[in-house]
């Protein structure tokens, strides 16, 4: 059974940063691409970032583009995601999320693992 835990969220004002940790067990995701996605509150879920099974391969949503950056470490089966020069509106629950395919889903119907969610609050 896998099991993917987040940890580092918090409150935190804006202009700051924090980064976000996504630990796996159950089974190694080395071959997973690894995914964060937020949920605001009243929002649907959405994508954040992805990065592919090797760490090379990284893609962004326009609206965290520059500020937040994904890694990852395979050794430790864990992802990472830096925030850097956070706002307010990116006040959300956000979830690492494994994905079987080998490029970069930005789909939410393309991850089988979820983890639980992790707070971060932004304050102005």
């Known amino acids: 059974q896998v099991q993917l835990v987040e940890s580092g969220g918090g409150l935190v004002q804006a202009g700051g940063s924090l980064r976000v940790s996504c630990a796996a067990s159950?089974?190694?995701?080395?071959?997973?691409?690894m995914g964060w996605f937020r949920q605001a509150p009243g929002k649907e879920r959405e994508f954040v970032t992805t990065?592919?099974?090797?760490?090379?391969?990284?893609y962004y949503a326009d609206s965290v583009k520059g500020r937040f950056t994904i890694s990852r470490d395979n050794a430790k089966n864990t992802v990472y995601l830096q925030m850097n020069n956070l706002k307010p509106e990116d006040t959300a629950v956000y979830y690492c999320?494994?994905?079987?395919?080998?490029?970069?889903?930005?789909?939410?119907?393309?991850?089988?693992?979820w983890g639980q969610g992790a707070h971060v609050t932004v304050t102005s």
């Open positions: 999320a494994a994905s079987p395919s080998g490029w970069l889903p930005s789909e939410e119907n393309a991850y089988v693992y």
């Open positions: 159950g089974r190694t995701l080395s071959s997973y691409a």
């Open positions: 990065i592919n099974w090797s760490g090379r391969s990284t």
